[in-house]
C-alpha cells in the first residue's frame, strides 16, 4: 500500500480524511502485515466508489504497528499533534494499543479490530474483536464436550492480552470444573520453546490453550509437532489464522483448533460476497484472507459508518451517535453496545492448509 504525501496547509489537505492506519509490518506479527494492507486497500476502493467519509476523499496512513509499542504510539500522537490525521484504525496488539492511549485517547475516534481482553470505557475507542466471554469460553465448553479437553496449560506471550485472557480462562475452568495444570508466558520473539516442551510432559494435561502470536505461534506449533505432543494434547488458539498454518505446515496441524467470527472457509452469503469482491479488486494473488485482515476492512468501514451517521469525526459526537448503529458486514449483521461489538463465534478445526469451520459456538 502506498501512502500518498502529506501537503499540510493545502485545500486539499484539509478536505482528505487521513486515517492511521495502524498494522504490523515487521516483527512477529508482521505474518499479518500483507493481508491487513490488502484488506485496507479493499475498503479504500469501496470507499472512494461510493462517497468517501462524510462526503470527502479518504487516505489510509500506513504506521507500522509492529515496531515497539512507545515508538508506535509516539508517531500516531505526531499526526494528531500536527494535524495530520482524523482518525486511527488496524490491528495491532494490546501493548500498542495501550500506548496509544496512553498518549491520545479520547482526542480521535479509534476503531480497534483485534481480539480483545474485555471491558474498556475510554470515550471514542471501538472494539470490534471477539471477547473473552464470546470466543474463548464456548470454544473451552466445546472441546470439553466434543473432544475430552478437560487439563488445561496456558502458553503465551507475556504481554497484556495473553496475561488478562489466561485469567479469565482459568476463572472459567475452575467454574466448569475443569482443571488448570498451570500457564507460562515468554518474551516476545521466543525462539527457544525446549523448557515450555519439557515442562508441558511433566504436567499431564490433556490440551493447551495457545496465546502465543504471529511467528511465534509458528514456531511452537513445529516444535510441539516434532515433539509427538501433538497426538496427546488437544490445541486451541484464539488468534490462529490461515497465515499461521500455512506457516506451521501439514506435518504440524493435527488436533488443533480456533474461534473467530471469521474464517476464510466459513460459506454464509456475506463472506462469499467479501471474498468475490476482495479478489476482483485485489486478483488472484492476492495475500490469504483471515480474520484479522477481515477485521481491518470492517475497522475502516465501521469508522465511516459512525462519522456518517454523526455528522462528525470529532470524538463527541461520534461517541453520541454509537449506540445502537447496526451495520452489514462480512460477517453479517454487526450491532455496536457499548463501544463493542457482538458477532456470532465459529470454532475451525486446523486442516493440512487451513482452517475448517467445524461449528458456530456464540450466536448474536
Not at 509490518?25 to 493481508?35: C, D, E, K, N, R
Not at 504506521?63 to 512507545?70: F, Y
Not at 501493548?95 to 471491558?119: D, F, M, N, S, T
Not at 495457545?210 to 509427538?228: E, K, M
Request: charged residues 20%; aromatic residues 6%.
Amino acid at each position: 500500500m502506498t501512502v500518498r504525501p502529506i501537503a499540510v496547509g493545502t485545500d486539499s489537505a484539509r478536505r482528505t480524511v487521513r486515517i492511521a492506519y495502524v498494522v504490523p509490518v515487521q516483527g512477529i506479527a508482521g505474518i499479518f502485515g500483507p493481508s491487513c494492507e490488502a484488506c485496507g486497500e479493499l475498503a479504500l476502493a469501496e470507499l472512494h466508489s461510493a462517497d468517501g467519509i462524510l462526503g470527502r476523499p479518504v487516505e489510509l496512513v500506513v504506521i507500522d504497528g509492529g515496531r515497539a509499542p512507545s515508538q508506535v504510539a509516539q508517531e500516531v500522537a505526531q499526526l494528531w499533534r500536527t494535524g495530520r490525521i482524523d482518525a486511527i484504525a488496524g490491528w495491532h496488539i494490546s501493548a500498542v494499543r495501550k500506548e496509544i492511549l496512553r498518549l491520545v485517547g479520547g482526542q480521535l475516534p479509534y476503531v480497534y479490530a483485534a481480539l480483545h481482553e474485555g471491558e474498556f470505557r475510554t470515550p471514542g475507542l471501538f472494539m470490534i474483536g471477539e471477547s473473552p466471554s464470546s470466543q474463548v469460553m464456548p470454544a473451552l465448553d466445546w472441546l470439553r464436550r466434543n473432544r475430552s479437553a478437560e487439563r488445561w496449560c496456558v502458553v503465551g506471550n507475556d504481554y497484556i492480552w495473553p496475561r488478562q485472557l489466561a485469567s479469565h480462562a482459568v476463572a472459567h475452568l475452575a467454574g466448569t470444573r475443569m482443571i488448570h495444570c498451570g500457564s507460562t508466558f515468554l518474551p516476545l520473539g521466543t525462539r527457544d520453546f525446549e523448557p515450555t516442551l519439557r515442562w508441558l510432559e511433566t504436567t499431564a494435561c490433556d490440551a493447551v490453550l495457545v496465546l502465543l502470536i504471529g511467528d511465534d505461534a509458528v514456531r511452537f506449533g513445529r516444535v510441539f509437532a516434532r515433539r509427538g505432543l501433538d497426538t496427546t494434547m488437544v490445541r486451541f488458539s484464539p488468534i490462529l489464522e490461515e497465515n499461521q498454518v500455512l506457516g506451521m505446515g501439514a506435518a504440524a496441524t493435527a488436533n488443533m483448533y480456533a474461534a473467530a467470527g471469521y474464517f476464510d472457509s466459513l460459506v454464509t452469503a456475506a463472506t462469499v460476497d467479501f471474498a468475490g469482491r476482495y479478489h476482483r479488486v485485489l486478483g488472484d494473488t492476492a495475500p490469504v484472507l483471515n480474520s484479522i485482515g477481515q477485521s481491518c476492512y470492517e475497522a475502516i468501514t465501521l469508522l465511516a459508518a459512525l462519522a456518517d451517521r454523526a455528522g462528525s469525526l470529532a470524538v463527541s459526537p461520534i461517541q453520541a451517535a454509537a449506540d445502537g448503529l447496526v451495520m452489514d458486514a462480512t460477517r453479517g449483521t454487526l450491532r455496536l453496545t457499548d463501544n463493542r461489538v457482538d458477532q456470532d463465534i465459529y470454532l475451525a478445526s486446523a486442516g493440512a492448509l487451513d482452517l475448517d469451520v467445524v461449528d458456530r459456538i456464540h450466536r448474536v
